[in-house]
T-cell receptor, first 115, second 110 residues
Framework: DAGVIQSPRHEVTEMGQEVTLRCKPI?????LFWYRQTMMRGLELLIY????????DSGMPEDRFSAKMPNASFSTLKIQPSEPRDSAVYFC?????????????FGPGTRLTVT | GENVEQHPSTLSVQEGDSAVIKCTYS??????FPWYKQELGKRPQLIID?????GEKKDQRIAVTLNKTAKHFSLHITETQPEDSAVYFC?????????FGKGTSLLVTP
């Protein structure tokens, strides 16, 4: 298995531009999570989906952030318009939550820099 | 919501010594407590986890203990090696989503 796939790996954009981050979970996993990591705030949950349905988006910073999961194998996190304070590493993770297995597998992350 | 506190923020030990990292959580309904290791520039990776119906779990040099009454759990690494140097995160969960502590930067010096 290729593991969780994220693209792009690095993104540099100017303030005000739209940014779209992409994630492909591990095949067969039914839960998908978006996290953001910064030095100041650590690892924060933004939103998570179970069976493609958003369950908890209370971590989404504001209306500039939106996430979708149109099918079991793809999710996007969009920031519009982007701001310098959005600069961070964005991780996508997936899990099966079958039986006693709750392990979340993280993707390699997307390093976003907004100038 | 859940609040996870982690201490210390940095820890330096000599090779062969033990390292202990402690976390507390606020939500008594949390029932899953994983520990992740993150090397510089890499993704977090699970090293061990424990559920609320278990008090202790061990995997080779790594062990985790959980005290539900006090709402704290700890990671113990014995016989530390330089390759154990990394940032370690604890987390707590009641519904699948993880609430992370701020991390502990562990340095193991030869």
């Amino acid at each position: 298995d290729a593991g969780v796939i994220q693209s792009p790996r690095h993104e540099v954009t100017e303030m005000g531009q739209e940014v779209t981050l992409r994630c492909k979970p591990i095949s067969g996993h039914n839960s998908l999570f978006w996290y953001r990591q910064t030095m100041m705030r650590g690892l924060e949950l933004l939103i998570y989906f179970n069976n493609n349905v958003p369950i908890d988006d209370s971590g989404m910073p504001e209306d500039r952030f939106s996430a979708k999961m149109p099918n079991a194998s793809f999710s996007t996190l969009k920031i519009q318009p982007s701001e310098p304070r959005d600069s961070a590493v964005y991780f996508c993770a997936s899990s099966t939550r079958t039986g006693a297995n709750y392990e979340q597998y993280f993707g390699p992350g997307t390093r976003l820099t907004v100038t | 919501g859940e609040n996870v506190e982690q201490h210390p923020s940095t820890l330096s030990v000599q090779e062969g010594d033990s390292a202990v990292i402690k976390c507390t959580y606020s939500d008594s309904a949390s029932n899953y407590f994983p520990w992740y290791k993150q090397e510089l520039g890499k993704r977090p990776q699970l090293i061990i986890d424990i559920r609320s119906n278990v008090g202790e779990k061990k995997d080779q040099r790594i062990a985790v203990t959980l005290n539900k009454t006090a709402k704290h759990f700890s990671l113990h690494i014995t016989e530390t090696q330089p390759e154990d140097s990394a940032v370690y995160f604890c987390a707590a969960s009641r519904s699948g989503a993880l609430n992370f502590g701020k991390g502990t930067s562990l340095l193991v010096t030869p």
